[in-house]
């Protein structure tokens, strides 16, 4: 995963979490605006998600972050 994801991934995370409470629950698209402004890093973003972790479609946030940290 490329620093520049992880990146947007721990902050979108962390303003979820602040913002909702620990509980709050995220997909893979709450990285992205609601257009497709870069295909190659929401693709990257889906087979981390999908195919590498095979995640339900909504993750607690504070799984996700502790998952992008530990690097996975």
């Known amino acids: 995963m490329r620093a520049v994801l992880r990146e947007k991934i721990i902050a979108v ?3 979820k979490i ?3 409470g ?3 629950g995220l997909s ?4 992205f605006a609601n257009k497709n402004d870069d295909p190659e890093l929401l693709m ?3 087979i981390w998600w999908i195919k ?3 995640l339900d ?4 946030a504070r799984k996700i972050r502790a998952m992008v940290e530990q690097r996975l």
């Open 13 to 15: 995370c962390d303003k």
């Open 18 to 20: 602040a913002a909702k």
């Open 22 to 24: 620990p509980d709050v």
């Open 28 to 31: 893979f698209y709450a990285f």
């Open 44 to 46: 990257e973003a889906a």
């Open 52 to 54: 590498q972790h095979q």
């Open 57 to 60: 479609h909504f993750e607690k």
